[in-house]
């Protein structure tokens, strides 16, 4: 199988634009996890999709959003982007549906995309 | 706010030793755990899971799981130089989903 795929997977922008990234999960796994890397902050997590629905947030401001497609694509956006934003943004994929089982809470991340705020 | 310790590092091992990484976390209800490994400039890669309390074995690979004293272990066996990087102990905390609470990494430096 495939593994997460993400793009772009370097971004340079300015402050005060905005940006949108996108991640492919691997074949037949519905939960999309964001999660934002930094040297000061560490991996922190994002929001969770599954079903086109967000089913779980982090403690980020609403700047940050995020939505999954009918294929489990999943895309986040960030408005107004402030130079702290500069971070390794990274999408992970679960087969997770509901109730936890063992078997299929692990997620596996992909390459990251790169964020430079200038 | 529910939190996940390591100790930083870097821990550092001669070639063929057994490297022992610690972690603890806060929330008594977390069920899942997690040992990732990141090289520098790469997104983390699954090592191990665990989820019942005791040792959990995979190769060179061996995790440990005490709930009582909220406290996750990993050991590297025959430590290798390919093994020198940072290994991120992380806690799903999503009662209905996902979400990973991640430690702040123990850099791990094996050497020759």
């Known amino acids: 199988k495939a593994g997460v795929t993400q793009t772009p997977r370097y971004l340079i922008k300015t402050r005060g634009q905005q940006v949108t990234l996108s991640c492919s999960p691997i074949?037949?796994?519905?939960?999309v996890s964001w999660y934002q890397q930094t040297p000061g902050q560490g991996l922190q997590f994002l929001f969770e999709?599954?079903?086109?629905?967000?089913?779980n947030k982090g403690n980020f401001p609403g700047r940050f959003s995020g939505r999954q497609f009918s294929n489990s694509r999943s895309e986040m956006n960030v408005s107004t982007l402030e130079l702290g934003d500069s971070a390794l943004y990274l999408c992970?994929?679960?087969?997770?549906?509901?109730?936890?089982?063992?078997?299929?809470?692990?997620?596996?991340f992909g390459p990251g995309t790169r964020l430079t705020v200038l | 706010q529910k939190e996940v310790e390591q100790n930083s590092g870097p821990l550092s091992v001669p070639e063929g030793a057994i490297a022992s990484l610690n972690c603890t976390y806060s929330?008594?209800?977390?069920?899942?755990f997690f040992w990732y490994r990141q090289y520098s400039g790469k997104s983390p890669e699954l090592i191990m899971s665990?989820?019942?309390?005791g040792d959990k074995e995979d190769g060179r690979f061996t995790a440990q799981l005490n709930k009582a004293s909220q406290y996750v272990s990993l050991l590297i066996r025959d430590s290798q130089p390919s093994d020198s990087a940072t290994y991120l102990c992380?806690?799903?905390?999503?009662?209905?989903?996902?979400?990973?609470?991640f430690g702040g990494g123990t850099r791990v430096l094996v050497k020759p």
């Open positions: 999709y599954f079903s086109e629905t967000q089913r």
């Open positions: 929330d008594r209800g977390s069920q899942s």
């Open positions: 992380a806690v799903n905390e999503g009662a209905a989903g996902n979400k990973l609470t």
């Open positions: 665990i989820y019942s309390n």
């Open positions: 992970a994929s679960s087969p997770r549906t509901g109730e936890r089982k063992t078997s299929t809470d692990t997620q596996y």
């Open positions: 074949s037949g796994h519905r939960s």
